[in-house]
């Protein structure tokens, strides 16, 4: 990999930007990520980048934040972690601190309210195509344990309501499962 200093510079500019030019949560900017540390800099292999997003998924807090933490470690350990997180941080922070000043006067703009309408229809098309890379990772993995968690999860949660939390957890233990399944097959 580059320079140290270069690699934390790049970190801390592509999440600053992803984080600055992205509207929709956590999940449009993990899509955005993938392409940038994945397709772009082709520091994170996709499979490896499709694990650290179910990393950040499962764990407590916002995805986006989560997302940039597992990423800069990934890439340059704790400092990593640190920079992608202040740079995640910073263009929300900002947003949000100058929405609240003057959040009586958009409040009540037709035109704003009818932006932020067409912004959550634009918000849905990319959340979508977060599940669909998501999923089709996993079918091109061709494999029926996995298919069939991610179909039971999807049934759980889409038809019985079925709390995600609950979903998260016992996938997580079925995964646990099955590696020390594989490690016991693999150690004899």
């Known amino acids: 990999m580059e320079d140290r200093r270069k690699v934390l510079a790049r970190i801390f500019i592509s999440t600053l930007y992803l984080s600055a030019f992205t509207f929709g949560g956590g999940y ?4 955005l990520m993938k392409k940038k540390f994945v397709d772009e800099y082709h520091w994170i292999e996709e499979e490896e980048m499709l694990d650290l997003t179910a990393i ?28 992608a997180v202040i740079a995640t941080v910073i263009p929300p922070f900002v947003i949000i601190s100058l929405i609240s000043v003057f959040y009586n006067a958009f409040r009540d703009n037709y035109v704003i309210s009818q932006m932020l309408e067409g ?15 998501m999923a089709e990772g996993i079918v091109r993995g061709k494999s029926i344990p996995s298919l069939v968690i991610m179909a039971a999860s999807f049934t759980a949660v889409c038809f019985f309501e079925v709390n995600v939390i ?9 995964g646990a499962v099955r590696a020390l399944r594989e490690k016991r097959r693999g150690g004899r």
Not at 28 to 31: E, S
Not at 57 to 77: D, T
């Open 119 to 133: 912004m959550q229809a634009g918000v849905g098309a990319v959340i979508a195509v977060v599940v669909y890379d």
């Open 28 to 31: 449009v900017i993990v899509t």
């Open 56 to 83: 950040a998924q499962s764990a407590p807090g916002a995805i986006a934040v989560n997302g940039a933490i597992v990423v800069g470690y990934k890439l340059a350990g704790m400092a990593g972690a640190i920079t």
């Open 166 to 174: 609950y979903v998260v957890i016992a996938c997580g233990m079925i």
